[in-house]
């Protein structure tokens, strides 16, 4: 009977209109986008896209498909009073994605949670050491196209490789690369996607501050109800007892949170890169006018 109920409610919703999403959840990656897509989803005005991370700004083969397409993945019978939102964390890395989102919706708002860019960078280098050991390359990786940045990250890491290269062997490659290449939108970005302040910068050429909620890891790890209060002052909607769904929420996260590292950072690859990352941080505290709890 339940599932003759999904089958019958999965249809209704493919007759209905798609819509706008109202915010985006734009990055950085590994820094909790996905607790924050499912937090956000209990709030009643709140819902969530068909699918976590569309990639329809960032990926040529999916803005090529068009709005239509894109819109396609908000759908709800009372469209009318909701706020549509998904989270692709990649859209703070991707230089196109910036004037894309202008585009389409100048008054759009985004979200963006940042982490301490060592421990970012090895959690990113852990995700993907994790898909070579589980045999389980996501499809944006495995059926990317030459041309795409997921291609050569994908060509980097995992084609013909019979070992995963190691964290610091990935840096290496990475500070190398950078002295001839750009360092914004290139892959592998295990460093370059700590560089906050230039992916900043970029939306700041077309967004204004106040369309920007900028926080920490930390908080969303250590304080989540005021978190979450001050997104719905962002986003303009009532306010809701989010310590009514935090079981529910947290059971589907738990196990995004509770994954463990095989073994921690090489000491001197981590002083190695908190020294790298000073310059760019202060960088960043100073665009922002605040350091963030990360």
């Not at 196990?255 to 981590?270: F, H, L, M, T």
Request: charged share 25%; hydrophobic share 40%.
């Amino acid at each position: 009977m339940r599932s003759v109920k999904r089958l019958a409610y999965k249809n209704l919703k493919s007759l209905l209109p798609g819509s706008a999403p109202a915010f985006l959840i734009i990055g950085a990656q590994k820094s909790g986008t996905s607790s924050l897509h499912y937090y956000l989803s209990a709030h009643p005005v709140l819902v969530k896209g068909s699918l976590k991370e569309i990639h329809f700004f960032n990926k040529d083969i999916n803005y090529n498909k068009g709005i239509s397409w894109y819109e396609n993945h908000f759908k709800h019978p009372l469209k009318a009073k909701k706020l549509f939102y998904e989270a692709t964390p990649n859209y703070l890395y991707s230089k196109p994605a910036a004037q894309r989102i202008h585009s389409y919706n100048p008054d759009i708002k985004l979200i963006v949670v940042l982490r301490n860019p060592v421990d970012r960078a090895y959690s990113a280098w852990n995700m993907y050491h994790n898909f070579f050991l589980n045999k389980s390359i996501p499809d944006i990786l495995s059926k990317s196209l030459p041309g795409d940045s997921s291609y050569l990250l994908h060509k980097y890491l995992f084609e013909d490789r019979k070992d995963f290269p190691s964290f610091e062997e990935c840096v290496s490659h990475e500070l190398e690369h950078m002295k001839s290449n750009a360092f914004f939108g290139e892959e592998p970005s295990f460093v370059r996607k700590g560089i906050y302040c230039t992916q900043l910068t970029e939306y700041l050429k077309y967004f204004s501050k106040d369309q920007l909620l900028v926080f920490g890891f930390r908080e969303l790890v250590d304080s989540k109800l005021e978190m979450l209060h001050a997104i719905e002052k962002f986003l303009g909607v009532s306010h809701y007892d989010f310590s009514k769904a935090q079981k529910v929420i947290e059971k589907i996260v738990v196990k995004k949170q509770g994954v463990r590292y095989a073994e921690k950072i090489d000491a001197s690859v981590n002083l190695m890169l908190t020294e790298y990352y000073s310059f760019w941080n202060q960088k960043l505290f100073e665009l922002l006018r605040k350091k963030l709890d990360w």
